[in-house]
T-cell receptor
Framework: DAKTTQPPSMDCAEGRAANLPCNHS???????VYWYRQIHSQGPQYIIH???NNETNEMASLIITEDRKSSTLILPHATLRDTAVYYC??????????????FGKGTKLSVKP | DTEVTQTPKHLVMGMTNKKSLKCEQH?????MYWYKQKAKKPPELMFV???????INESVPSRFSPECPNSSLLNLHLHALQPEDSALYLC??????????????FGNGTRLTVT
């Protein structure tokens, strides 16, 4: 199973871009990279996912390196409400089946005024 | 707001009680999940249902008993729990379980305290 490595914590100034890195050097060719976040006392919230192309939605952008061994989640204009734990996940296969999500420790992003 | 609804939001139970946690989704998803989350830890996968059949049990003790009565509902029956089972219990759903391209949608959880 592909494992991910993230810094335990990061700070970002309000209004600036937050760039959250993730290393997934053992990812296999058909595994997507998912990003979720969890704001205190809430369930995890899906942000974005991608396979090899860069992706953008209303919440964030996902940049995946060409070798797919790392990715960066970009929150273009961070607000105080973006303070959360951000999880980068690659699905783990169970025998022949696919796609169940095992969470690592994530990055605690603190957005400061 | 989340499209996955969990009830109750909070539950306090004694070690001899029997209680149930409920989860509901109306997104037409065919896979549903239970996760357990202890304080300051990431969520841990417990069970996966695919098309109303249990497909994954992550070696969860038998005092936790899942049930999927139909594709929209997921229950977790609790009996003879221990204080260390106190945690946030999260339900999630996705379009398919056996797919790499199927994001999970989570509820906000049930905060369980076992006394």
């Amino acid at each position: 199973d592909a494992k991910t490595t993230q810094p335990p914590s990061m700070d970002c100034a309000e209004g600036r871009a937050a760039n959250l890195p993730c290393n997934h050097s053992t990812i296999s060719g058909n595994e997507y990279v998912y990003w979720y976040r969890q704001i205190h006392s809430q369930g995890p919230q899906y942000i974005i996912h991608g396979l090899k192309n860069n992706e953008t939605n209303e919440m964030a952008s996902l940049i995946i390196t060409e070798d797919r061994k790392s990715s960066t989640l970009i929150l273009p204009h961070a607000t105080l409400r973006d303070t959360a734990v951000y999880y980068c996940i690659t699905p783990r296969g169970y025998g022949g089946s696919q796609g169940n999500l095992i969470f690592g420790k994530g990055t605690k992003l603190s957005v400061k005024p | 707001d989340t499209e996955v609804t969990q009830t109750p939001k909070h539950l306090v139970m004694g070690m001899t009680n029997k209680k149930s946690l409920k989860c509901e989704q109306h997104m037409g998803h065919r896979a549903m999940y239970w996760y357990k989350q202890k304080a300051k830890k990431p969520p841990e996968l417990m069970f996966v249902y695919s098309y109303e059949k249990l497909s994954i049990n992550e070696s969860v003790p038998s005092r936790f008993s899942p049930e999927c009565p139909n594709s929209s509902l997921l229950n977790l029956h609790l009996h003879a729990l221990q204080p260390e089972d106190s945690a946030l219990y999260l339900c999630a759903s996705s379009q398919e379980a056996a797919s790499y391209n199927s994001p999970l949608h989570f509820g906000n959880g049930t905060r369980l305290t076992v006394t």
